[in-house]
């Protein structure tokens, strides 16, 4: 397993409860999914260029070790994985 997702439960948490803050209501049972491949993440974000997308209450994002196939640096995992935090927290009540 990759290292950033071994740490995952300890950073998230504390990240989360950070912005959740700043919101006036939070999204409920936000799940994070960890797509294995390039394609896989393409088919759900529909961007061949993505390594990130959120839908509803999921995040789905491309595994660390895999982010260099779509000309990211593996060292914007939780960047990126922020980001989409954010935005699902602003997009939470607006669809």
Known sequence: MDEEIRVLDTRLPYFYNMIREAFVEEPKDVEIVIVG???QIASISGDENT???TKGNRIFILEPSKFEECEHCRD???KVLYQE???M???Y???
């Open 85 to 87: 935090l954010v935005h």
């Open 89 to 91: 927290f602003y997009l």
């Open 76 to 78: 914007n995992f939780y």
């Open 93 to 95: 009540k607006r669809n």
């Open 37 to 39: 491949d390039k394609g």
């Open 51 to 53: 390594v990130a997308c």
